[in-house]
């Protein structure tokens, strides 16, 4: 897991650290570690199918390796009609991107990620002096407090210069 991020993986020179970071994105989506919407996820999903397995060739094969690859958490697939559904909307997205690189598809990848409210925020549960819990949220953007159930938009923050 990332301990420490930057604001764009565009400042890192090496490109196993992007791969890392990639990596890291991807697996906190999944484990719902980063809220996402679950029509960025699908678009997300596209770009995982087109980094590991390339071009789309077609649905059949797709369907087999979303069951696969870690692309689709699991509150994105309840929040659906039924898994061919979310399947579908992959495959809309995937079908746009033909021709990308591996490597474009880690950098588009990232770019969405980077924009997500919920990247790059380490949560903490905590009380304020009345007992009410809520979490603050370290960041490189600066530390941040939130209601309990909602870790989207902050109640009070304060930037880092």
Not at 21 to 37: G, H, M, Q, T
Not at 80 to 98: F, G, M, Q, T
Request: glycine share 4%.
């Amino acid at each position: 897991m990332t301990r420490f991020y930057i604001e764009s993986i565009s400042y890192l020179k090496d490109n196993a650290t992007i791969e890392l970071f990639f990596l890291n994105a991807k697996s906190c989506i999944y484990k719902e570690l980063i809220e996402v919407d679950s029509e960025v996820v699908f678009e997300l999903a596209a770009y995982i199918l087109q980094e590991a397995k390339g071009d789309f060739s077609s649905n059949e094969i797709v369907r087999n390796e979303l069951k696969k690859l870690p692309a689709l958490p699991t509150p994105a697939l309840k929040e659906h009609p039924s898994l061919a559904y979310c399947e579908d909307r992959v495959i809309e997205h995937y079908k746009k991107l033909n021709g990308q690189t591996r490597g474009q598809a880690i950098v588009n990848y990232m770019s969405i990620v980077e924009s997500l409210p919920t990247y790059g925020v380490h949560y903490y549960a905590v009380k304020d002096k009345q007992g009410i819990p809520w979490w603050l949220g370290l960041s490189y953007k600066g530390i941040f407090q939130y209601d309990y159930h909602d870790k989207v938009k902050p109640r009070k923050g304060q930037h880092y210069i």
